[in-house]
């Protein structure tokens, strides 16, 4: 009887673990905000190139490879320029992403002094 009690609750606590993994809008509920979101500061690789450290950006496009000797540095890119983006591999959730898939990455601007301008991703959202 302890096992079954630990075993529904077990469970109980990881359906929602599991949502929270799927982003905005996604999972088995579809559930969450639909709209738009407001106090972005950049929604362009130019403009987030540009915008002080930590300022929050959405941005839209293709992530086009891995950085060499890195696990969790992209070269991601938009219509505007390319950009190194810092995604952490829970972020991806189990999902795969391929340079064809047009992504939204959620995050904030991480600037360095004497190194690149890069986005650190809080949120990935696979649009197509």
Same mark, same amino acid.
């Given at each position: 009887?302890?096992?079954?009690?630990?075993?529904?609750?077990?469970?109980?606590?990881?359906?929602?673990?599991?949502?929270?993994?799927?982003?905005?809008?996604?999972?088995?509920?579809?559930?969450?905000?639909?709209?738009?979101?407001?106090?972005?500061?950049?929604?362009?690789?130019?403009?987030?190139?540009?915008?002080?450290?930590? %300022?929050?950006?959405?941005? +839209?496009?293709?992530?086009?490879? *891995?950085?060499? $000797?890195?696990? @969790? #540095?992209?070269?991601? =890119?938009?219509?505007?320029?390319?950009?190194?983006?810092?995604?952490?591999?829970?972020?991806? %959730?189990?999902?795969?992403? +391929?340079?064809?898939?047009?992504? *939204?990455?959620? $995050?904030?601007? @991480? #600037?360095?002094?004497? =190194?690149?301008?890069?986005?650190?991703?809080?949120?990935?959202?696979?649009?197509?």
């Amino acid at each position: 009887m302890p096992y079954l009690f630990t075993l529904v609750m077990l469970a109980v606590l990881l359906v929602p673990a599991y949502a929270a993994f799927e982003g905005p809008g996604g999972g088995a509920y579809g559930g969450g905000f639909q709209g738009p979101t407001t106090g972005v500061q950049a929604d362009t690789v130019k403009k987030a190139q540009s915008c002080w450290d930590d %300022a929050p950006v959405v941005l +839209t496009g293709n992530i086009v490879s *891995r950085m060499a $000797g890195s696990d @969790d #540095k992209y070269l991601f =890119k938009d219509a505007t320029g390319e950009i190194i983006v810092d995604i952490d591999y829970e972020i991806f %959730a189990g999902r795969k992403v +391929t340079p064809q898939n047009t992504v *939204r990455i959620s $995050g904030e601007v @991480d #600037k360095d002094m004497m =190194k690149p301008t890069k986005i650190d991703v809080k949120v990935l959202e696979i649009l197509k």
